[in-house]
């Protein structure tokens, strides 16, 4: 489909400007800021409105939506136990909750989500047949990592010095890798803006076969690599336990890193592991609001970015979160930083987080080269924002509202792949009245339920994490 954009604002080095962009089937043909361009196609008028490339939901788990305002306030090894306990939602609960996670990615800015897709036991190849179904359905631009392990949760805390014994994971890891092999030979579609990566959940679940098939995996299909990394102070400890060494020096040893694997969370990196991550051109999701929830800690981000590694932004899943706004994620993800270094200059300017949250994403994925900025070739994964909204009001800068203010419905338009897929607010393939109403049968209004898991599981973390019995 071919169209113009009228005189839309786009920011320039140090202002902005207005311009008429072309868009030829899922490109951008042209952008000119001189003079106006014959219109070509429909005609939208992108007077007072600002335009920008669209962001990337760099980590998330769309089925945790199911759990979200549910878990109380737990670190991540108790919070996986009630997370895990809890009957897995259905495949039609999945598609559902794909296509919510979807809709609150591309009204607050995103085009493109990474989801690290939780699986049904046993209904491993209809999980992600449902997740890609919403995807399509609603065109969003996705990529699917279904989230794999070969190891079952206790042996994911640290042992202390203390013999544990553990059960084993529910399904080999000649099993799991095979499932990973159907799920690509189905699924995986680059050039229709559906992709699989390989995304073993994170060390601590997973063993050294797991990750050499997903090695093997990646390098034979071309597929992106995913991965929870140090996400907890008990992820740093368990790394030394299982190999007398740093995660990020055995996910270096192995081979696992590379300008198209990125790593969500990263936040307890020893000193040398920062260098070891530059010089790989791995790239740091940044979890903002779940590290907070979790008590995960603060990933030391402005280090990273002084150090040469492409940082992004995710929500995570909407259990640990608990929504799905990219932009609540980007404004806490780039203030936060401001109270661990005293020097304001390495301080994230509202301009570097729109750019960290669109090009710092495709970088991510391998995608620098087609998509992350406005330019003419690049394929059209835009967005329009009304800066008429009370929230981008008066006329200030808009990035800078964008960024550090309250941006409440202010996504006007949404392309992805040329696509209009939000217009005026509302998704423009689904219907978003019959979502609310479907989302609506399952569940009950509640406040509390009573977990085994974490009773098993809490006396022993209290123990090795040091804490008061
Ligand atoms: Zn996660």
Redesign the pocket.
Known sequence: MNFTIQQAIIPTLNGYTTVDVQIEGEQIKAISTDSPLPPRGTVIDGRKKLLLPGFVNG?T?SSEMWQRGLIPPYPLELWLGELHEFTPPNPEQIYLSALGTAVETLLSGGTCVVD?LVLIPGKEVETVAAAVKAYQEIGIRAYIGPLIQDQSMSEGIPSGGTHREHEAYYCSTEEVLGMMQTVVDRFHQPEAGMNIMVAPTGIQLCSDGLFAGCMELSDRNSLCRHA?LLETKAQQLLAHEKYAMTAVQYLDKIGYLNPRTSL?HCIWLEDQDIAILAKTGATVVHNPLSNLRLGSGIAPILKYRQAGINVAFGC??AASNDGQDLLEAIKIGSMLHNITDRDYQHWITPRESVEMAALGGVTGLGMEDQLGTLTEGKMADLVLYDLTNLSLLPKTDPIGLLVMGRPTQVVDRVWVRGEEIIAQGQPTRIDLKGLREALLQYGDWTTTRQSNNIAQLEQHYRQVMDLPK
């Open positions: 980590h788990h690290h929870h969500a995570d899943g």
